[in-house]
């Protein structure tokens, strides 16, 4: 079986409960395990709701929210440095990464399952035939569909820039050959088409709000950072307006810590979720074995503790824990609530501290400079952190340098810097790199071995 079949060429792999609508004889046919056949896939209402069960599975998955993509893009920030012993890991701390890296592998297989997840649904929904599956209940799974997909090329693009374009589910292994790389370009407009096709589906006004699932919300918010980078201001400030005037269900918690030390407060627009029954690794990369049953792969850089130890820190120090371990003296570790032995780490995948942070960028931009101070104002205030730096702002790029500081500080660990950096073009004078494309990472050698339609980023064999 080659690496192909079992990355993004492969069908509905994350989607374990569609075999419970499998008769025990098609259990015991002889096909490939990570061969779904049409007639098994999407036949009812059950069967589509558990596709879309094993949709969110997949994007859940250790190999891409779970774990590998916030280990990549955090440890390649200047928040984090790694600590580890593994010398695949520490090629993304010093941004040399190889295109045999086995992480690189994962994160790239990961996203294709779940896009092809997606394609599944958005192909499949609209062809079943079943009265019990009403238009309103189709429109919403196809909507959430899109979402999901929109979310894992909006990851594709920032981290590879180059990655082929799929829209509709492979059911055999060589069903998706010959497509070859899109640009950025072509990969942020599939990311706004499917944005808006969910917008079109997803209720305007859902009766009940599911912040582990996707909502109208969700794809307002998505769309806000979809427009924070290609630069369309007015609309990025635009659409976290529509999330932000929300305020009976979207609010800043009382205290910075409290969103990540509870499930689904008002901050979450839109949280992974992660049970006792439904873990990740995350958290184990975090403190050393002798205490929790970590690895300690990394930990805080000093300038960062300085940073949030510092007068603009205020309560999100409660991002650091201080542990003193015998006979090394106090070590400073990252913290997030991390529950490493339960591994429920939620991830905070859009949340409305950042839908400020958004619209005050973006009020910069549009030289609405007093707004823009006003919405670092409200975060430093929930955070109780001085704000006397702000008085008497007037120059555009000074409040736009305290926004980027403030998501710093506000979404640390939380996947944003090292993205930060790169679209606003710091990310070579402030990590020191020296060669431009290594702000995106090369395509996994094994798909360009049973792909010649694929060709490699530049700067890497």
């Given amino acids: 079986m080659n690496f192909k079949y079992t990355s993004k060429y492969s069908l509905l792999w994350a989607i374990p409960l569609l075999l419970l609508v499998a008769s025990c004889k ?11 056949a049409e007639e098994n896939s999407i036949v009812n209402k059950k069967s589509a709701d558990a596709a879309l069960i094993g949709t969110y599975s997949a994007l859940g998955q250790n190999s891409y929210q779970g774990n590998t993509f916030r ?17 695949s890991n520490r090629e993304f701390d010093v941004h040399d990464v190889f295109a045999t890296n086995t992480s690189i592998s994962a994160l790239w297989g990961a996203l294709y399952s779940t896009i092809n997840s997606s394609n599944n649904i958005i192909e499949s929904v609209p062809k079943v035939n079943d009265q019990t599956f009403q238009q309103a209940d189709r429109n919403a799974a196809i909507g959430e569909a ?22 509709t589910s492979t059911r055999n292994p060589n069903s998706a050959d010959g497509i070859g790389n899109s640009t950025p370009a072509q990969l942020y407009k599939q990311v706004g088409e499917d944005l ?39 609309q990025a400030l635009d659409y976290a307006d529509l999330v932000i005037k929300e305020s009976v269900k979207f609010s800043l918690v009382p205290s910075y810590s409290a969103f990540f030390n509870a499930k689904n407060t008002t901050e979450s627009i ?29 930990l805080p850089t000093d300038e960062f503790i300085a940073l949030v130890r510092g007068p603009y820190g205020g309560d999100r120090k409660s991002l650091l824990l201080d542990i003193n371990t015998p006979p090394k003296g106090i070590i400073t570790y990252g913290n997030m609530n991390f529950k490493i032995s339960t591994g429920e780490n939620q991830v905070y995948a859009l949340r409305i501290a950042e839908l400020y942070l958004i619209r005050a960028e973006a009020k910069a931009e549009l030289n609405r400079i007093p707004e823009a101070v006003e919405d670092i104002r409200i975060i430093r205030l929930r955070a109780k952190a001085k704000d006397d730096d702000l008085n008497g702002l007037s120059d555009k790029n ?17 996947s944003q810097r090292w993205f930060d950096l790169i ?36 700067g890497y064999n």
Avoid: C, H, M
């Fill in 26 to 36: 098609d259990l015991l046919d002889p096909k490939p395990l990570l061969y779904v």
């Fill in 71 to 87: 280990y990549i893009v955090n440890l390649a920030d200047d928040n984090l440095r790694w600590v580890g012993n593994s010398p």
């Fill in 146 to 167: 899109y979402f999901i997909r929109a979310l894992a090329y909006f990851d594709l693009v920032r981290l590879w820039g180059n990655a082929p374009i799929i829209t």
């Fill in 196 to 234: 808006e096709a969910a917008q079109n589906l997803l209720p305007a006004s859902p009766a009940v709000l599911n912040r582990n699932r996707a909502s109208i919300y969700a794809v307002y918010a998505l769309k806000s950072r979809l427009f924070l980078y290609l630069g369309q201001w007015q």
């Fill in 270 to 298: 839109f949280e992974i979720d992660y049970t006792i029954n439904n873990k990740n690794s995350w958290a184990g990369n975090w403190f050393a074995s002798n205490l929790t049953g970590g690895t300690r792969e990394f």
């Fill in 398 to 414: 000074e409040v736009i340098a305290k926004v980027l500081q403030e998501r710093r500080l506000e979404l640390a660990y939380e």
């Fill in 423 to 458: 679209r606003r073009g710091l990310a070579l004078k402030v990590l020191g790199i020296s060669d431009v494309n290594k702000l995106l990472y090369p395509i996994p050698k094994q798909e360009l071995l049973v792909d010649p339609a694929l060709k490699q980023n530049p």
